[in-house]
């Protein structure tokens, strides 16, 4: 390898790497900026997961206030699709009735589509603009941070844990991780069955979404790269437009996969708290 392909494969994966890292504060390591334990606070993280969740508040309560019994405009018309949609999913998934379901899955789907929808904004765009703040790290997809993904899944796992015990009392809780799925014979197996079926719930939850979101954007670096690498002189005439026409691409493909996977976390949830709700297992 050349010292111009070695230049240019380091300057490829500190790229990528710059890109993936977060702005993190508290106990970082000093050279790769990364978490050096449970004490580090992702901010970029924090910051545009709350401020999605800020979005979502404040268009609600305006849209609350505009609502109309007549004729509905254009966006109350689909804030009701909306409702309608998810609404259908807890009737035919849910068994019986609980109030909190229907709100929490609406929130869990907007607030999900929202973070996973920051993938679709240009992957230099706002990383530059905060360098010029001073910023030097910045991640802007809170789905693309274990973080987040496993913050979210361990909320629904609490509340498995916890309607499991209001619906079948601590002894019918018990008696799931005895006598499931094998019987009063193998109540060992039983056990650790339970326990790992228990235990996958939060993950697969978690790294589900996180796996689909952070491959969405590594192909969006890769593809950013085809600009930055290659397109140099002449072979820009090439190279810019096939950057173009794969972007674009891949964009409208993964805005049908930042849908699904909201969708499937919101269905999953609803899911598991039926299950949670049910006295049989």
């Not at 702005?23 to 924090?46: I, N, Q, R």
């Not at 228990?198 to 593809?223: D, H, M, Q």
């Not at 072979?235 to 972007?247: G, H, K, R």
Request: proline share 4%; net charge negative; with cysteine.
């Amino acid at each position: 390898m050349s010292a111009k392909e070695s230049s240019s494969g380091s300057s490829t994966v500190e790229y990528i790497q710059h890109h993936l890292t977060n702005l993190c504060a508290g106990d970082c390591d000093p050279v790769t900026h990364k978490a050096a334990s449970f004490w580090a606070w992702h901010l970029d993280t924090l910051f545009f997961s709350f401020v999605l969740g800020a979005l979502i508040v404040a268009v609600s309560w305006r849209l609350s206030r505009r609502l109309t019994a007549g004729v509905p405009g254009g966006f109350q018309n689909f804030a009701e699709s909306l409702v309608e949609f998810v609404s259908t999913q807890v009737k035919d998934t849910f068994p019986g009735y609980n109030p909190l379901i229907a709100p929490m899955a609406l929130t869990i789907f907007l607030w999900v589509w929202l973070m996973n929808f920051m993938d679709l904004i240009p992957v230099d765009l706002l990383p530059v603009i905060a360098s010029f703040f001073g910023i030097q790290y910045l991640k802007v997809v809170p789905t693309t941070d274990l973080s987040t993904t496993f913050a979210l899944s361990l909320t629904v796992f609490a509340l498995i844990i916890y309607y499991n015990i209001k619906v079948k009392g601590v002894l019918g809780y018990l008696k799931m991780f005895l006598f499931h799925p094998f019987g009063k014979y193998l109540v060992p197996v039983n056990i650790v069955m339970t326990l790992i079926e228990e235990l996958a719930k939060p993950l697969s939850l978690a790294l589900r979404l996180f796996g689909n979101l952070f491959a969405g954007e590594l192909v969006f670096l890769l593809i950013a790269l085809i600009g930055g690498t290659m397109a140099v002189g002449l072979a820009a005439l090439f190279w810019l437009p096939l950057q173009v026409l794969l972007d674009l691409g891949w964009l409208i493909f993964h805005l049908l996969i930042i849908t699904l996977q909201a969708f499937i976390f919101m269905v999953l949830t609803i899911v598991y708290l039926g299950m949670a709700h049910t006295t049989e297992h």
